[in-house]
């Protein structure tokens, strides 16, 4: 039995074990302050809505929904807008629509949004000119600029996560049951730089026959409107579960079942960095009740997926644990086909999903961070072809994506250059796939999507 499982659990159990990808807090009085005043303030994702994210994503463990889970790879405070946040959850939409029509299923829809403010580094100090200062680890850790005030981690900016991402939920749950998710809404989904691209006329395209089904449906008496379906969109948030004390803060028990549920988020998920079964992160969300997510890398060996799948999902239950991938597109075909096999083989009850971006970064010969676009299709292509010689199911995509017109991964059909990289390129962290990108990524998956069929 492992080790995690046979230990009483509390929100505060992972405080004894190792932990890692932490920042070092000077202040641990201010700190425990920022936790107190946390815990005192409401959840932003309820018990109710993460059993419902659950209930779906088992329908897609089972090949009958897939999995669209995309955001930033960092949220900031400084691109905080409700320009921006629209122009999110309208190539969501863009893409829902092009996946759903195309592959015929449900689309699960959950967003790196309201809580992505943490990012793992490499290393705890970065070096500029014979000077060294604690890296930058994201908004809710400290400022980006190379500055000893700005990179000296700050309690304080747990408090400004909390209340931006419920600016951030508030806002996009009124989009998602306030009417502008609704099928009639779907001509004005086309944002003007996208419009106008091949991408964009496709989907005008997939639009028209859309409106089309709709006028048979309205000629046959059906009541559109009532229909929840058609005239709302769920939609749940995710993010990296980092930062354990913030997420301890916000975790609660709930009445209805007497289990424990991570207020922050609907669905948390570990990293690649950060999945030891005997440390701290696996400790926590061992024993909360959200549908929780592992990145599985290269460095997986069968024997130790096979045992975080006990600790994580002892019960085996369906929608519980999701198993995201990211090999990169070089070595994806080596190291994945084994992982499924032995997951497959042990009945584990698991939704394997693809996450492309992080296996395929590279630096451009002008030092600037970037991804393929060509990489980031491949590695998906792979993924699915994997699953299907496997007898089992590729059942979703994690992307790291924005609605902004950037040029930050190369390629597509906008055939963004090496020369073209720094014209918009405003991520904090990792480059995204603009809003363009994202939807010619929706249109072949559907196509592969079909192709399993």
Same mark, same amino acid.
């Given at each position: =039995?492992?080790?995690?499982?046979?230990?009483?659990?509390?929100?505060?159990?992972?405080?004894?074990?190792?932990?890692k990808?932490?920042?070092n807090?000077?202040?641990?009085?201010?700190?425990?302050?920022?936790?107190?005043?946390?815990?005192s303030?409401?959840?932003l994702a309820?018990?109710?809505?993460?059993?419902?994210?659950?209930?779906?994503?088992?329908?897609?463990?089972?090949?009958?929904?897939?999995l669209?889970?995309?955001?930033?790879?960092?949220?900031?405070f400084?691109?905080f807008?409700?320009?921006?946040?629209?122009?999110?959850?309208?190539?969501?939409?863009?893409?829902?629509?092009?996946?759903m029509?195309?592959?015929?299923?449900?689309?699960?829809?959950?967003?790196?949004i309201?809580?992505q403010f943490s990012?793992?580094?490499?290393?705890?100090?970065e070096?500029?000119?014979?000077?060294?200062l604690p890296?930058?680890?994201?908004?809710?850790? %400290?400022?980006?600029?190379?500055?000893?005030?700005?990179?000296?981690?700050?309690?304080?900016?747990?408090?400004?996560?909390?209340?931006?991402?419920?600016?951030?939920? %508030?806002?996009?749950?009124?989009?998602?049951?306030?009417?502008?998710?609704?099928?009639?809404?779907?001509?004005?989904w086309?944002?003007?730089?996208?419009?106008?691209s091949?991408?964009?006329?496709?989907?005008?395209?997939?639009?028209?026959r859309? %409106?089309?089904?709709?006028?048979?449906?309205?000629?046959?008496?059906?009541p559109?409107?009532? !229909?929840?379906?058609?005239?709302?969109?769920?939609?749940?948030?995710?993010?990296?579960a980092?930062?354990?004390?913030y997420?301890?803060?916000?975790?609660?028990?709930d009445?209805?079942?007497?289990?424990?549920?991570?207020?922050?988020?609907?669905?948390?998920?570990?990293?690649?960095?950060?999945?030891?079964?005997?440390?701290?992160?696996?400790?926590? !969300?061992?024993?909360?009740?959200?549908?929780?997510?592992?990145?599985?890398?290269?460095?997986?060996?069968?024997?130790?997926? !096979?045992?975080?799948?006990d600790?994580?999902?002892?019960a085996?239950?369906?929608?519980?644990?999701?198993?995201?991938?990211? =090999?990169?597109a070089e070595?994806?075909?080596?190291?994945?086909?084994?992982?499924?096999?032995?997951?497959?083989?042990?009945?584990?009850?698991?939704?394997?999903?693809?996450?492309?971006?992080?296996? %395929?970064?590279?630096?451009?010969?002008?030092?600037?961070?970037?991804?393929?676009?060509?990489?980031?299709?491949?590695?998906?292509?792979?993924?699915?072809?994997?699953?299907?010689?496997?007898?089992?199911?590729?059942?979703?995509?994690?992307?790291?994506?924005?609605?902004?017109?950037?040029?930050?991964?190369?390629?597509?059909?906008?055939?963004?250059?090496e020369?073209?990289?720094a014209?918009?390129?405003?991520?904090?962290?990792?480059?995204?796939?603009?809003a363009?990108q994202?939807?010619?990524?929706?249109?072949l998956?559907?196509e592969?999507?079909?192709?399993?069929?």
């Amino acid at each position: =039995m492992p080790k995690n499982t046979a230990q009483p659990w509390s929100t505060d159990s992972w405080r004894t074990l190792p932990i890692k990808q932490q920042p070092n807090y000077t202040d641990a009085h201010k700190l425990r302050e920022v936790e107190a005043s946390l815990k005192s303030l409401p959840t932003l994702a309820s018990a109710s809505e993460a059993r419902q994210l659950k209930a779906q994503l088992a329908l897609a463990s089972q090949g009958k929904a897939f999995l669209l889970q995309g955001g930033d790879c960092a949220e900031s405070f400084a691109e905080f807008n409700e320009g921006n946040l629209r122009d999110f959850f309208r190539v969501l939409l863009q893409m829902t629509m092009a996946l759903m029509y195309g592959a015929g299923c449900p689309v699960v829809k959950v967003g790196r949004i309201a809580g992505q403010f943490s990012k793992p580094r490499s290393d705890d100090l970065e070096k500029q000119g014979g000077k060294a200062l604690p890296s930058y680890r994201g908004d809710m850790v %400290n400022a980006m600029e190379f500055e000893e005030g700005a990179r000296t981690p700050d309690p304080e900016r747990l408090l400004k996560v909390y209340y931006q991402s419920a600016a951030t939920l %508030n806002f996009l749950r009124s989009l998602a049951k306030g009417g502008y998710a609704s099928l009639r809404q779907i001509s004005r989904w086309n944002m003007d730089f996208v419009a106008n691209s091949s991408q964009g006329k496709r989907f005008h395209m997939l639009v028209d026959r859309i %409106n089309e089904c709709v006028s048979f449906m309205q000629a046959c008496g059906l009541p559109l409107d009532d !229909l929840e379906q058609l005239s709302e969109a769920s939609f749940f948030t995710s993010h990296e579960a980092l930062l354990l004390g913030y997420e301890a803060s916000l975790t609660r028990s709930d009445d209805y079942d007497g289990k424990h549920y991570v207020g922050s988020a609907h669905m948390l998920w570990i990293g690649d960095r950060t999945r030891s079964p005997d440390e701290a992160h696996v400790e926590f !969300l061992r024993g909360v009740a959200n549908p929780i997510g592992m990145k599985v890398g290269p460095s997986m060996t069968k024997d130790s997926l !096979l045992k975080l799948c006990d600790v994580l999902n002892p019960a085996n239950e369906p929608g519980r644990l999701t198993l995201i991938s990211r =090999m990169g597109a070089e070595k994806i075909e080596d190291t994945l086909p084994s992982l499924v096999r032995a997951v497959k083989d042990a009945g584990k009850a698991v939704l394997w999903s693809c996450d492309p971006m992080h296996g %395929n970064t590279i630096k451009s010969p002008g030092g600037i961070k970037t991804r393929k676009f060509t990489d980031i299709l491949a590695e998906v292509r792979n993924f699915f072809a994997i699953h299907k010689e496997e007898g089992t199911y590729g059942g979703g995509v994690h992307f790291e994506m924005t609605g902004q017109d950037v040029t930050e991964c190369l390629g597509g059909a906008q055939a963004i250059s090496e020369m073209h990289l720094a014209d918009r390129y405003h991520t904090h962290c990792d480059p995204r796939l603009n809003a363009s990108q994202s939807l010619e990524l929706a249109f072949l998956i559907a196509e592969e999507l079909k192709k399993k069929k």
